[in-house]
T-cell receptor, first 113, second 116 residues
Framework: DTEVTQTPKHLVMGMTNKKSLKCEQH?????MYWYKQKAKKPPELMFV???????INESVPSRFSPECPNSSLLNLHLHALQPEDSALYLC????????????FGEGSRLTVL | AQSVSQHNHHVILSEAASLELGCNYS??????LFWYVQYPGQHLQLLLK??????LVKGIKGFEAEFIKSKFSFNLRKPSVQWSDTAEYFC??????????????FGDGTTLTVKP
């Protein structure tokens, strides 16, 4: 079991829908991340939050909107997605330390119809 | 920017065979190196890491990796694999200067299939 909890595990949405992915961790980590992973591909970094502030946006389209309400929660708001956005969305957290290893959630598998 | 190259896309072994997965990185500065594993249907998890000290690091489940700075390599090894080692293995690197930003770069991954 992972200490990073993601909901929902599966999500199917149409291109005009608005939905959100949620992530929670209680390890006291002050960095949280969204990654996108396609089948048989490595995770691709989307966003990084450090101390609840957005520190990295890897040129992600504006139809993905991250939010970090507090140090334990991370959301990813989805709107007007495209079928090619279908993927596994991974949340991760880490301590802000010398090593920065990532602790991943199980992911939210998104299908856009 | 850093990059990571994993040489083997798919490795098939019989149980008890020895394993070595290659990983090379490209970056001019000091790095932290990781191997992550993703078992079927499970989350990505850390297998082992190197950031300083002894270049031979040991991880969970009998895995080890050796950092060879001159070769920019961090190969993963296990003397005797088990069927339960069947998984996707990712090598990753983050630049020490970027640690606070958490920008880890992943290799393309190696699918390991162990036949019983």
């Amino acid at each position: 079991d992972t200490e990073v909890t993601q909901t929902p595990k599966h999500l199917v949405m149409g291109m005009t829908n608005k939905k959100s992915l949620k992530c929670e961790q209680h390890m006291g980590h002050r960095a949280m991340y969204w990654y996108k992973q396609k089948a048989k591909k490595p995770p691709e970094l989307m966003f990084v939050y450090s101390y609840e502030k957005l520190s990295i946006n890897e040129s992600v389209p504006s139809r993905f909107s991250p939010e970090c309400p507090n140090s334990s929660l991370l959301n990813l708001h989805l709107h007007a997605l495209q079928p090619e956005d279908s993927a596994l969305y991974l949340c991760a957290s880490s301590q802000l330390s010398r090593t920065g290893e990532l602790f991943f959630g199980e992911g939210s598998r998104l299908t856009v119809l | 920017a850093q990059s990571v190259s994993q040489h083997n896309h798919h490795v098939i072994l019989s149980e008890a065979a020895s394993l070595e997965l290659g990983c090379n990185y490209s970056y001019g500065g000091t790095v932290n190196l990781f191997w992550y594993v993703q078992y079927p249907g499970q989350h990505l998890q850390l297998l082992l890491k190197y950031f300083s000290g002894d270049p031979l690091v040991k991880g969970i489940k009998g895995f080890e990796a050796e950092f060879i700075k001159s070769k920019f390599s961090f190969n993963l090894r296990k003397p005797s694999v088990q069927w339960s080692d069947t998984a996707e293995y990712f090598c990753a690197v983050n630049a020490r200067i970027d640690t606070n930003a958490g920008k880890s770069t992943f290799g393309d991954g190696t699918t390991l299939t162990v036949k019983p």
